[in-house]
């Protein structure tokens, strides 16, 4: 059974005396938690954020790299740089990246596969923007973006990489998928990696929805078979909102560990 990870995606949210107050406020609330958890905020705070996470429950991840060890490339931050601050996950192809700051598939398969090379876990985000969606081609959109983000991957590299479901419409609108289409979607990019790396593989992959998550919807969302977790965006700048979608998740999935 596929052990849910629960990701909070800081987005640029939080100095270090803040990510250092949010962390003190979560930590004891997901102490012994099952889920696998793992905290994204801003590059500034990796270290004091890696530091205070030390020994405990909740993993950190960065949320973008550059597919360069190092070189002229003002700006920018290799996957050495993320494991050295403390990385174990990075977000990659955000759509707040592919909207503002130009990124294609082909970069997004160029840092997936800098991140795995680097043992990074990629966390690599697909999705369909509101036009899209009306115009029936949500699965044409999100095939390409997974198929892109996965060229050059072996299937023993795939079994680390997790999928992130997440509707540009329902993105910090408040809207968000219903558990029903979240599922259905899902389900499908199980099947393509199954068609890509074979049923084996593809059972291993964990598949998260993203897209106004909170915990209001958590539960609906974690009981269906397909999703394995959530990248939760606004809800994780809050202490109890963040932790209440964990221990939900986790009541919902029925995950036990060894």
């Not at 992130?164 to 558990?179: L, M």
């Not at 291993?204 to 939760?232: C, F, H, Q, W």
Request: charged content about 20%; aromatic content about 6%; proline content about 4%.
């Amino acid at each position: 059974m596929r052990r849910p990870l629960i990701a909070g995606n800081w987005k640029m949210h939080n100095t270090i005396n803040e990510a250092r107050a949010l962390l003190t406020a979560l930590l004891p609330q997901v102490r012994g938690s099952r889920c696998q958890v793992v905290v994204c905020p801003p590059f500034t705070c990796l270290a004091a954020v890696a530091e205070l996470c030390a020994g405990s429950e909740v993993g950190v991840g960065a949320q973008d790299v550059f597919w360069e060890e190092k070189g002229a490339f003002t700006g920018e931050i290799s996957p050495p740089m993320l494991k050295e601050a403390g990385c174990s996950h990075v977000i990659i192809g955000h759509s707040e990246r592919r909207q503002y700051f130009g990124e294609t598939d082909l970069n997004v398969n160029r840092k997936a596969k800098a991140a795995l090379q680097h043992g990074l876990v990629p966390i690599i985000c697909v999705g369909e923007t509101l036009e899209e969606r009306e115009a029936g081609v949500t699965k044409e959109i999100c095939r390409r973006q997974l198929e892109g983000a996965l060229q050059g991957v072996t299937a023993a590299q795939a079994e680390a990489v997790v999928v992130a479901y997440e509707p540009v419409w329902a993105i910090g609108t408040g809207r968000s998928a219903s558990a029903a289409d979240a599922q259905e979607v899902i389900a499908y990019i199980r099947e393509l990696l199954s068609g890509r790396f074979g049923k084996q593989v593809a059972a291993k992959v964990r598949i998260l929805y993203g897209g106004s998550v909170k915990p209001e919807n958590t539960a609906e969302l974690m009981a269906k078979p397909d999703i394995d977790g959530a990248l939760v965006g606004g809800a994780s700048l809050d202490a109890s909102s963040f932790a209440s979608i964990i221990k939900l998740a986790e009541a919902a999935c029925g995950y036990q560990s060894n």
